[in-house]
């Protein structure tokens, strides 16, 4: 079974357990994986990202956070690790391991040094799309110090390979993107707190999300995706009430973990805690992130039994 991105559906970006040693848990990715599947109903993962502490990870790390999710997900769920490196030969390296571990799609964010034109830019997506058959996803983001412009992701598109674009930029880029090169690709801004909006004004159904799914959703209360039943169904009414219920969550999300993203501050350590209280194997942030201080661990703790997590 392979998990179509097309049919929509909540996908997450999703944290690196580590053990109390700092060594990788791989029972806890498996375990992690099982519940993403089966309680919490989720479309996919993607993993090796930057709530995944990438750059914490070797590159033997990010091979065995990929067999080890394909061993767990057996085709229930669908997985898409980031697999771009410093170099391009290690970042064909990783999408080739990807592919022959079973995961569905590759990842690729914006090289963390940016060529020094578009041609080699493009030429650096070209050659690690040549190098597997599995289809690619294009993770824009700012992180690197830049984001790739509208008119370069329609010219990706164009090629057939790249089937979504995690918009993670402004919403000027993410309209433009939409308008560009929105037959060809499919544009999903990630973040929960607009998806109403674009739910209703682009029918994005296709949340190919941050945090939020399975930071808000617990396997008794699913409310996003009770929201796009709701939304499916043509019940307009219960999907933005589903939305404005979520506010609370939302604003403590915003504080810990969307905030200081935009500040440029990691919130790993913000999402390992909230995870940990979900139930979820966490374990701590990997050196240059800091854990949470004991003093930011009881505010965050009273915020989150605020919104009953």
């Known amino acids: 079974m392979t998990i179509d991105i097309r049919a929509g559906g909540l996908w997450i970006a999703v944290h690196t357990p580590f053990r109390d040693d700092g060594a990788l848990d791989e029972q806890g990715i498996q375990t992690n994986i099982h519940r993403y599947a089966d309680e919490l109903g989720l479309q996919g993962v993607f993993f090796n990202g930057l709530f995944g502490e990438h750059w914490a990870l070797t590159l033997e790390e990010r091979k065995r956070i990929a067999e080890a999710s394909a061993i767990a997900a057996r085709g229930r ?123 209703i004004a682009y029918d994005q159904q296709l949340l190919y999300a941050d945090a939020e799914p399975y930071l808000y959703q617990s396997g008794k209360d699913r409310p996003m995706q009770r929201m796009l039943d709701a939304y499916r169904a043509g019940r307009i009414d219960e999907v933005i009430a589903t939305h404005k219920s979520l506010a609370p969550m939302r604003a403590v999300y915003e504080e810990w973990i969307s905030g200081p993203i935009r500040r440029g501050r990691a919130s790993c350590a913000a999402i390992k805690h909230w995870a940990a209280r979900r139930g979820l194997a966490a374990g701590p942030v990997r050196p240059p992130l800091s854990p949470l201080s004991p003093n930011e661990r009881e505010r965050l703790d009273r915020a989150l039994s605020a919104v009953g997590v």
């Open 77 to 199: 769920i669908g997985l898409s690790p980031n697999c771009t490196h410093h170099s391009l030969g290690e970042t064909i390296d990783l999408a080739q391991h990807a592919e022959a571990s079973g995961c569905e799609y590759v990842v690729l964010m914006n090289p963390a040094t940016p060529p020094r034109s578009e041609p080699e830019l493009f030429d650096w997506f070209r050659r690690v799309a040549d190098a597997v058959k599995v289809d690619l996803i294009i993770f824009n983001t700012p992180a690197p110090g830049y984001t790739l412009a509208p008119e370069f992701i329609a010219r990706l598109a164009c090629t057939g390979r790249f089937k979504v674009l995690k918009a993670a930029g402004g919403s000027h880029e993410v309209t433009e993107a939409r308008r560009l090169a929105g037959d060809r690709i499919i544009v999903s801004d990630p973040s929960e707190g607009t998806w109403l909006g674009n739910l």
